[in-house]
């Protein structure tokens, strides 16, 4: 079946550093990935869309300058949180969308971050 | 404006029992309803999914229910062991490389 894999699980960095997060899509091609953060208790809400080769499409609200986003090949996207915030710590989420299967969305085991 | 609407917050169900968990939808557009089930730290994993042209489908002891006029799909866990207590999610979206809109999610506890 098609796995995602996303790097690191846990993440704690200090305030004003930036952190990058990845998703390998393992045995398959990723037109497209999602990107969602989800605080504690509560739902998955979606950052932003990538896909590749072309610049990601934010969701309202979302700093396109705060989360960078790289989708630079078929099977790696890439979340860099700059300048990191306590208010950033969060759970963050990729989501791939195997190419040719529609609604074939593969998550990622997610990546627990921690600004102090 | 939320787009899909999940009820209730929690849920408590004795060992055996059936939990349902209910999803509400707005917009038409929608053609793919999933539900997702999650565990503390980690990813969530696709328990069953629906498209609006059949009205149930059945997997094991997970069934969705799903009611195209009323914009309305449940899922029903028969039997409910302890091991499916976790947070479920309904979701939804539609064709064309889009992505998954969450309900607000429901934590399920099974009780011995």
């Known amino acids: 079946g098609a796995v995602v894999s996303q790097h690191p699980s846990r993440v704690i960095c200090k305030s004003g550093t930036s952190v990058k997060i990845e998703c390998r899509s393992l045995?398959?091609?990723?037109?497209?990935m999602f990107w969602y953060r989800q605080f504690p208790k509560q739902s998955l809400m979606l950052m932003a869309t990538s896909n590749e080769g072309s610049k990601a499409t934010y969701e309202q609200g979302v700093e396109k300058d705060k989360f960078l986003i790289n989708h630079a090949s078929l099977t790696l996207s890439t979340l860099t949180v700059t300048s990191a915030h306590p208010e950033d710590s969060s759970f963050y989420i990729c989501s791939a969308e195997k190419e040719d299967t529609p609604y074939g969305y593969t998550f990622g085991s997610g990546t627990r971050l921690t600004v102090v | 404006q939320q787009q899909v609407k999940q009820s209730p917050q929690s849920l408590i169900v004795q060992k055996g029992g059936i939990s349902i968990i209910n999803c509400a939808y707005e917009n038409t557009a929608f053609d793919y309803f999933p539900w997702y089930q999650q565990f503390p730290g980690k990813g969530p994993a696709l328990l069953i999914a629906i498209r609006p042209d059949v009205s149930e489908k059945k997997e094991g002891r997970f069934t969705i229910s799903f009611n195209k006029s009323a914009k309305q799909f449940s899922l029903h866990i028969m039997d409910s062991q302890p091991g499916d207590s976790a947070t479920y999610f309904c979701?939804?979206?539609?064709?064309?490389?889009?992505?998954?809109?969450f309900g607000k999610g429901t934590r399920l506890s099974v009780i011995a």
């Open positions: 045995d398959f091609q990723a037109t497209t």
């Open positions: 979701a939804a979206s539609m064709a064309g490389n889009t992505p998954l809109v």
